[in-house]
């Protein structure tokens, strides 16, 4: 069977854990460091490829392998030998050392090897439930070096892993989604295919995946659905659904309809289930019936509506609300038929394709891992945009190489440099063979962009400035403003000292707003979902002061944050907090995370005049403090 690349950098990620859980008793232990972090780089470097590890070795051997940066000779004959034998002995040997469960802790964040090293000398712990029993029991708390504080924070960190191993993020499951809506397209029978239930409303989480397909032949479409190569386990299958459970660990609803039910089953399976009842009470208010097959009259019992989804909603009083705010929050109640508000409403709801920069883009000079040269080739290529911002961690973040003063200005003279070549027609880039391969991403093809790429000169492309400046434990930045005012946007964000209480948290973001030099918070709240819940933050206290101090808070759009989530975006727009999205890439395909992030800033009613990167670049520059 092939490898795949996650299962090839999954095992450099076992070594490496291994090799630190190995640290303790090792006098070497510089050296051992050195190592672990070589798997760690390389695994990074082989989650990025665009191209699959296997076939580069069957047609190049190790040599193509040596060819992939951060590669070198005792990495690429480990993977030579994973790929030959299925096994790496030296991985082996060191897993018969612990008998642990990696993947229990491996995907746990938050306890490092080192912490486990001294739970795993002391207590029969094993897995991830022997942990969870020995925190609830107080025995880590007995080990020294384990305070109650840090017990009790492991115990928090398995609580959100055991809901985060129930619910899927969005942009985990995305490509299969789109996938499987694709293979469903493909067939004769189906004449509509849709991915409903929450990834229509772009939720950030996932319970379970709900396609709706348009057929007058579901016996067809349902043995096809069921046996798909991803398909691991059918749960249960009918006349008009079906039930299954990916190899992902995913499970799926399939429902297929008559097309004079295509609408209403929408409306249904769209959800949310809050949205749904109470559309249904509206409907009873006008002596109505709905459910999934349609409108209909109670007393005739004549059907009304069903066949599409718009004229649904019309018959019963209301515009057509977008799915992103189907989750009754007052939705149902604006969206009166006739409403000028709601009218208004949609004319400037954010839209897919109205972002015309990315504003936290990282290059190879600290943590990504393309030039800035490239970043800005695929942005404006593949990505149809029209400027990004070059956000580097700075100096103080040393586990990202972060860049000094000296660095910073050099970094902004060379991007003066790519600007003066891409507006002279002789920018060029020098692409990396490994990236030949396309496409890029997974990019959507809303017809909003295909407008926009039209319209659009490459020429006018700019790559700006700037910088993902650290704030530090009391909120002074690690850079001087006398540097930062240098560069032509600047972002600050937390990465440390996540533990502080609510108040610290609040007023170092606060310091950091009130700073001249600082024109957007990035990731304000710091959380990773299902992960970490990041530092505590008074969020409405926030927003008065970014709107004071004219400070942009930002929609980090990697679907692992998502932050802000949609309740505070909705609370930013409520009080005319200015928000930007950004992807924060650390590789060209992350540019297809803003997707996610749009999704989002939707469900939290985000206007376009709300976020600034919909904005050119010369408006943008003009908004800032
Ligand atoms: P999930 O899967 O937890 O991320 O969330 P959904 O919204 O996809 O929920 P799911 O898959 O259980 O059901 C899909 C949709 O079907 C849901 O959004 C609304 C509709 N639905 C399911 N159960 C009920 C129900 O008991 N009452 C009503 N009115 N609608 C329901
Ligand atoms: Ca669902
Ligand atoms: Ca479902
Ligand atoms: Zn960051």
């Known amino acids: 069977m092939k490898l795949t690349n996650a299962e090839i950098s999954d095992i450099l990620r076992k070594i490496s854990f291994l090799l630190e859980l190995e640290m303790d008793n090792d006098d070497n232990k510089t050296n051992l460091n050195f190592k672990n972090r070589a798997y760690i780089r390389a695994a990074d470097q082989i989650d990025n490829l665009p191209l699959s590890i296997e076939s580069l070795y069957r047609e190049r051997g190790i040599n193509g392998l040596l060819q992939i940066p951060s590669i070198g000779k005792a990495i690429s004959s480990k993977i030579e030998e994973y790929i030959k034998t299925g096994k790496i002995e030296y991985y082996e040997i060191l897993k018969s050392k612990y008998p642990i469960k990696i993947d229990d802790f491996l995907s746990l964040e938050g306890i490092g090897p080192k912490t486990l090293r001294v739970i795993i000398d002391r207590l029969p712990v094993r897995n991830l439930s022997d942990l969870e029993r020995a925190a609830k029991e107080g025995k880590l708390n ?112 399939l429902l297929v309809v008559p097309k004079e039910s295509y609408g209403a089953a929408l409306q249904y399976f769209t959800g949310s289930k809050e949205h749904g009842i109470a559309l249904r009470r509206l409907a009873q208010s006008k002596e109505l019936r709905l459910n999934e097959w349609g409108l209909f009259d109670i007393k005739s019992d004549q059907k009304i509506s069903g066949e599409s989804e718009e004229h649904l909603y019309n018959a019963l009083g209301l515009e057509w609300i977008p799915p992103e705010m189907r989750e009754n929050k007052g939705e149902i109640e604006m969206a009166r038929k006739g409403s000028k508000e709601w009218q208004e409403k949609m004319k400037r709801l954010l839209k897919y394709g109205d972002i015309k920069g990315d504003l936290q883009v990282h290059s190879n000079n600290t943590d990504g891992k393309m030039s800035i040269e490239e970043m800005a080739y695929f942005a404006m290529t593949n990505f149809d945009l029209d400027y990004i911002a070059i956000t580097d961690h700075t100096k103080s973040l040393r586990i990202a190489r972060g860049l000094d003063e000296q660095q910073l200005l050099d970094q902004a003279h060379k991007i003066q440099e790519f600007n003066d070549s891409i507006k002279n027609g002789t920018f060029f880039v020098d692409l990396n063979e490994s990236n030949e391969e396309k496409p890029l991403g ?184």
């Open 142 to 253: 007995e080990i020294t070096g384990i305070s109650k504080k840090k017990e009790e924070k492991i115990l928090k960190r398995i609580e959100l892993h055991n809901i985060g191993k129930k619910r899927h993020l969005l942009g985990d499951i995305y490509p299969l989604v789109k996938q499987i809506e694709e293979y469903l397209k493909n067939m004769e029978s189906a004449s509509m295919v849709t991915a409903v239930g929450s990834f229509r409303r772009m939720k950030e989480t996932i319970g379970d995946i709900d396609f709706l397909v348009v057929s007058d032949n579901p016996d067809s479409i349902i043995n096809s659905f069921v046996n798909m190569p991803e398909v691991k386990e059918i749960l249960s299958k009918g006349g008009t659904k079906a039930f299954i459970n990916f190899n992902n660990g995913l499970d799926s609803d």
């Open 442 to 625: 997974r990019k959507t093809s809303r017809n909003d962009k295909e407008r926009r790429r039209s319209e659009r000169n490459l020429r006018d492309f700019r790559i700006l400035s700037s910088a993902e400046v650290n704030i530090l434990s009391d909120g002074s930045l690690d850079i001087p403003n006398n540097i930062l005012d240098k560069l032509d946007i600047v972002g600050a964000a937390i990465h440390t000292n996540f533990s502080q209480p609510i108040e610290v948290q609040t007023s170092r973001l606060i310091k950091a707003a009130q700073n001249p030099s600082v024109d957007i918070i990035f990731h304000p709240t710091g959380r990773i979902i299902n992960k970490r819940e990041g530092h505590p933050v008074d969020i409405p206290k926030l927003m008065t002061i970014a709107k004071e101090t004219n400070t942009i808070l930002e929609i980090d759009s990697h679907y692992n944050r998502l932050d802000l989530r949609d309740e505070y975006i909705r609370t930013a727009v409520q009080n005319d907090v200015k928000l930007v999205i950004d992807s924060d890439a650390h590789h060209p395909f992350h540019y297809a995370f803003l997707e996610f992030g749009i999704g989002q800033a939707r469900r939290g009613w985000a206007k376009r005049d709300d976020i600034l990167n919909t904005l050119p670049v010369k408006e943008l520059l003009e908004k800032l403090k």
